[in-house]
């Protein structure tokens, strides 16, 4: 039997934008159904973010101590992956149980309904046999999937995804990762500092193709230091699976591993969610929105489908958005010049804004510096671990930072002066009469200042 249900507001995905739209509307006293699939919470504290980044603190403490004798004295580590498994199912995933989540969604006042939803014309989202009329409208943040490229005979195998990783209680023998993105670059050194044995398959010219490309080629020679084999500019052709290995065949060669992990992007399945309804396109790589993430009229997009990023901190960002929008509250609209992102290998390779052959596509007058840590105090102090780079660009018109890679170790926390620097445009030359402490990392800022040409 078909039942409706009429609400004020229906979000369709409880990742982290679309638990935040969820909660804070109804703490502001709507009528709020959230609809979720799977687990609320989605990608990023279960398979995604936080389970990754406990595997890479437990993977730099083994390469830290590592580093230990040459500075410190005789230190020894014997990798127990058993320790990282154990953690991520009890303290980040609850063993993959979202009670606390959804308790924490009902608390605030919003409904949880468990299924799939999907639009049904405007403002109007149904869930199995149950039809929701939404007042004011429905908030889409259903996120991305795994990208898995056509490679003759991939499909058939049992590969991993990122989902396999994080659930991994035993370490394989050896690896291929398929793509030298975030994802890739940064399971890759976890797994080899774990004592794996781990080759990296990447199709572009070089590792994090999006960024500065000495981003790359840091990265590249961290994933070398550390054991790993790292293919660039190289296409699988054929993946086979026999006798419990992957054989995944590159020219003129076969990768042969245990395991093979597919890392090769995420997509939205926008057809799956009925958009063509609402009269967006189905085929489309992402929902398209205006400043107040409005995708039409009584329609909402927040989080990895918006194709602005596939970040935790953007889907949060688009969603404090949404819920001003809805609540008729003033604030700024969407702005991505100052977008920052952190991929989390050791080095950390950190970036906000645009690169410069970004800039230089858009036809901007710039300058730019590239300073390495290792010519700073703070860099040749560290020693061991201490590789890493400071590059800036300058809209050379304007007088304002633009873009910034800060590589090293810390560099995410690094990151956030030139954040503040891109986001709020403070001056160059202001930039460049400040008081920089003696001896941090981000004390070289003021020589990459200095050296903008
Ligand atoms: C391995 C890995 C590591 C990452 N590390 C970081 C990091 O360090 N920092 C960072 O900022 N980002 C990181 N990310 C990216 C981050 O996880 C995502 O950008 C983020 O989770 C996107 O949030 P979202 O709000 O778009 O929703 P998602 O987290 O993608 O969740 C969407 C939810 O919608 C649900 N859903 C989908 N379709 C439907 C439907 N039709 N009906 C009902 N429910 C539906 C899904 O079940 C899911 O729960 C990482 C990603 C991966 C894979
Ligand atoms: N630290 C972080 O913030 C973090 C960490 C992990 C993931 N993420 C997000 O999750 C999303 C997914 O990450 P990802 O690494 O899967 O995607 P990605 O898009 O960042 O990288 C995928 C890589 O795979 C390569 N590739 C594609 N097809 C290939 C093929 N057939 N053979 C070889 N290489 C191929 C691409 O050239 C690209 O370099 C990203 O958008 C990222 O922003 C963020």
Redesign the pocket.
């Known amino acids: 039997m078909n039942e409706q249900v009429d609400v004020d507001v229906v979000v ?7 638990e935040y739209v969820a909660g804070s509307l109804a703490e502001a006293g709507l009528d709020v159904v959230g ?5 609320v919470g ?3 504290p279960y ?3 936080v389970p ?2 406990m595997m890479i603190r437990a993977a730099n403490l083994v390469a830290e101590t590592c580093r230990a004798p040459a500075l410190a004295g005789p230190a020894t580590v014997r990798p127990d992956w058993s320790r990282v498994a154990d953690r991520i199912r009890r303290e980040a995933t609850d063993d993959w149980n979202d009670q606390v989540a959804a308790e924490r969604l009902e608390a605030k006042g919003g409904r949880l309904v468990r299924g ?3 639009l049904a014309g405007e403002r109007r989202v149904t869930v199995g046999d149950r039809t929701f009329e939404a007042r004011r409208g429905v908030v889409l ?4 999937r795994p990208r898995i490229p056509p490679v003759e005979g991939l499909a058939q195998t049992p590969y991993w995804t ?1 989902r396999d990783v994080m659930a991994a209680k035993e370490l394989p023998g050896s690896l291929t990762v398929l793509g030298g993105g975030a ?1 890739g670059v940064e399971l890759a050194q976890v797994f080899a500092r774990f004592g794996c044995r781990v080759t990296v398959v990447e199709g572009q010219d070089r590792l994090l193709s999006q960024e500065e490309p000495e981003a790359g080629e840091l990265a590249a020679d961290a994933l070398r230091a550390d054991g790993v084999t790292v293919l660039t500019g190289v296409r699988a052709r054929q993946v086979t699976y026999e006798g419990g290995g992957f054989g995944v065949h590159v020219d003129g060669e076969v990768l042969r591993a245990e395991r093979l992990l597919v890392a090769t992007g995420r997509y939205a399945d926008l057809g ?2 009925g958009v063509e309804t609402v009269g967006l396109d189905p085929a489309a790589r992402a929902v398209p929105t205006d400043g107040r993430m409005r995708a039409a009229d009584g329609l909402w997009a ?4 918006t194709g602005r990023g ?4 953007v ?1 949060m960002y688009q969603a404090q958005i949404t819920v001003r929008d809805i609540l008729g509250q003033p604030g700024p609209e969407a702005d991505y010049r100052a977008l920052p992102r952190v991929t ?1 290998t050791d080095p950390e390779i950190a970036a906000v804004g645009v690169t410069e052959r970004q800039a230089r596509e858009r036809g901007l007058r710039i300058r730019t510096s590239l300073v390495r840590l290792s010519s700073s105090t703070r860099g040749w102090i560290h020693g061991p671990g201490g590789e890493g780079f400071l590059k800036l660009v300058e809209d050379a018109d304007r007088g304002v930072l633009i873009g910034a890679t800060s590589a090293g170790p810390a560099g995410g926390e690094l990151l956030y002066g030139l954040n503040v620097a891109v986001h709020a445009e403070v001056p160059v030359d202001r930039l460049r009469h400040m008081i920089y402490t003696y001896p941090t990392f981000h004390r070289a800022v003021e020589p990459a200042l200095a050296a903008l040409a």
């Open positions: 369709v995905g409880l990742g982290p934008g679309g609809v979720e699939a799977e687990l989605g990608e990023c398979w995604g973010c990754s980044k799939i939803g999907r943040a259903t996120g991305g990122n994802v799956a969610l927040v989080g990895d489908i596939a970040f935790t901190h889907s989390f």
